[in-house]
């Protein structure tokens, strides 16, 4: 079967769901797509967003609490505290608001559908779905399916760089309003967290597979620790992981008439790994694109949507690129068991902007 759209987006991530949203209200014929058969499900995300993202924070059941701080641990046991705001919030959920803001709309969302094939010189692709395939001729095509983008691969482009990332949900025994981070050459091109929410808590931590390649003995020590110490309890009620982009920003954010949002166009910080807020803000542009082009006529509004996404995020991206390529040489060194260096490559520091 054949199915003709203005636009067709690929992943229904906090980023494709935005694209939906902004295109379909802007009066274009959206179909959305996403693999998973239930939006947001499973979770791969430690589910802070900054309080500037609080406007989609107000839909039931998405709020879990707000925080204030940050502790950051470093090798030697000091502690820096800092300033923190934001919100816990059930990352499932707020996937969902979205979308649901996209079909109300009129936005087509298809879920158990994947890209298979892409014609991008005839706009075509081939989708499968739970009930059997279908071709969408498209005029503008939103690539929101992740790190590892089939949109990216069906066009040729490179792999992005990743992490990848273990995290467990964990009873929380007492009330808590920071986050916790662990700086370590435990945890090689990443970290550890403590993210509360409520009565539970997210633990997890990222690294850089180059440089160690089990990810649960370190968790699991974390995990008695923080429970010697009553802060967490014993039970694991949920176990999840993922990638998440952290070579900067794609050399390409616009080909042809597809757009890269998200995690797909490698807008995640590299440092981080906080990545909703370019998401949606991202998806929500490729979405106002998608409808200046389409619907007003204006032929630079691809070409601006990646101007206006650049300005917003890569001077933040490359900054972090270069200290994470920085930090890479001394991992294997003495030098990744002091707090020298983990002062040089955390956002919590002055030394992180300074050096």
């Not at 542009?285 to 206006?308: K, M, T």
Request: charged fraction near 20%; glycine fraction near 10%.
């Amino acid at each position: 079967m054949i199915y003709n759209a203005d636009v067709l987006v690929a992943g229904l991530g906090p980023a494709g769901a935005a694209a939906a949203a902004a295109a379909a209200q802007g009066g274009l014929s959206v179909i959305g797509v996403d693999r998973r058969h239930e939006i947001g499900i499973p979770v791969q995300c430690a589910e802070f967003i900054p309080l500037p993202m609080g406007k989609y924070a107000k839909a039931e059941g998405v709020l879990y609490q707000h925080i204030e701080g940050m502790k950051s641990f470093l090798p030697s046991g000091a502690v820096a505290e800092t300033e923190f705001p934001g919100l816990m919030i059930n990352r499932a959920a707020f996937d969902q608001a979205i979308a649901a803001q996209a079909r109300q709309h009129g936005a087509d969302l298809r879920l158990g559908s994947r890209l298979t094939s892409l014609d991008k010189d005839t706009s075509t692709a081939t989708i499968a779905t739970v009930g059997g395939e279908i071709t969408v001729k498209y005029k503008v095509l939103i690539a929101a399916d992740g790190p590892h983008s089939t949109v990216a691969e069906a066009l040729g482009l490179p792999e992005l760089e990743t992490v990848s990332t273990r995290q467990y949900t964990v009873p929380l025994l007492r009330e808590y309003a920071d986050t916790d981070i662990w700086l370590s050459a435990d945890y090689p091109g990443g970290y550890a967290w403590l993210f509360p929410k409520g009565k539970w808590a997210n633990l997890g931590l990222g690294l850089d597979k180059r440089f160690a390649d089990d990810m649960k003995i370190p968790l699991d020590a974390l995990h008695r620790q923080l429970i010697a110490q009553g802060l967490v309890g014993n039970e694991i009620t949920y176990r999840t992981g993922g990638a998440i982009p952290v070579g900067g920003l794609r050399e390409q954010l616009v080909v042809d008439n597809i757009m890269f949002t998200g995690d797909a166009a490698g807008l995640t910080h590299p440092i981080t790994g906080a990545g909703i807020a370019a998401a949606v803000i991202s998806g929500e542009r490729a979405g106002g694109a998608a409808v200046a082009l389409l619907a007003r006529q204006d032929q630079d509004a691809l070409a601006d949507f990646e101007e206006d996404v650049r300005d917003q995020f890569e001077v933040a991206v490359s900054r972090a690129v270069e200290r994470r390529r920085w930090l890479d040489q001394y991992w294997k060194t003495e030098a990744a068991q002091t707090d020298d260096l983990h002062r040089k490559g955390w956002i919590a520091f002055p030394d992180y902007f300074l050096a």
